[in-house]
């Protein structure tokens, strides 16, 4: 799902820089409450297996890939705010020194795949926790915390041709519309991501679960 370089027009990574800044700032201040120095190790063995996952990137159409985020699993196990950083920390490091995602398109990635994705999977874990099944819940939680996040990436490249074309109407950055940004990339994850995301999700918690119960 990483959006690579040259894919966004300046006005919308700038943009999406200024959002973002102040959500890393204040992210900050609220993983220094929440965080504390008995879950830092298990934080670093959750954020590292997610970092490996994340480099298997599967490729779709739409001018994006798909692949497992696992912020929903940190959102559940800590906090929304902590996994919006430990994705985005991971996006940075692939970004600088693996070029896998843009440095351009760091900001809405971060956005997308950790803040969108987080609380959009804490949200949905807990609304349904005490309705259904918990582990219902847990799959739930991480399927729509990537098909969340894919809508996200699909229409900020979707609407890159309405903000930068020539004037010969041909578009200078992302070629595709949300005619087809929409179908193939929410399609892709709506079917088949989000339900390997699903799994993922549950059999990670249930793991981490099973080994605090120990």
């Known amino acids: 799902m990483h959006i690579p370089d040259g ?3 300046p006005l919308t990574y700038v943009t999406s820089y200024a959002v973002t800044s102040p959500l890393f700032i204040y992210g900050l201040k ?43 699993v940190i959102a559940i196990l800590f906090n929304p705010w902590i996994a919006f950083l430990s994705i985005s920390l991971v996006l940075t490091i692939q970004a600088f020194f693996f070029g896998d995602g843009g440095i ?16 959009t999977g804490k949200f949905i874990f807990k609304l349904s ?20 996040a894919s809508i996200i990436i699909a229409v900020i490249l979707g609407i890159q041709p309405l903000i930068a074309s020539s004037s010969s109407g041909e578009p200078l950055f992302f070629p595709f519309d949300l005619k087809v940004t929409i179908p193939d990339i929410v399609g892709s994850h709506l079917i088949y991501f989000g339900i390997v995301e699903g799994i993922y999700t549950l059999i990670v918690i249930t793991f981490m679960n099973k080994i605090k119960a120990e």
């Open 7 to 9: 894919y966004l027009s």
């Open 30 to 72: 609220e993983t220094r409450k929440k965080l504390s120095d008995e879950s830092i190790p298990v934080l670093s063995a959750v954020t590292a297996l997610f970092f490996l996952v994340m480099m298997l990137n599967i490729p779709i159409p739409g001018g994006t890939s798909g692949h497992v985020i696992g912020a929903a």
């Open 104 to 119: 351009t398109a760091l900001a809405v990635n971060s956005f997308a795949m950790g803040f969108i994705a987080a609380f």
């Open 129 to 148: 926790k005490n309705i259904i099944n918990e582990k219902v819940a847990l799959f739930l939680a991480g399927w729509a915390s990537i098909v969340a």
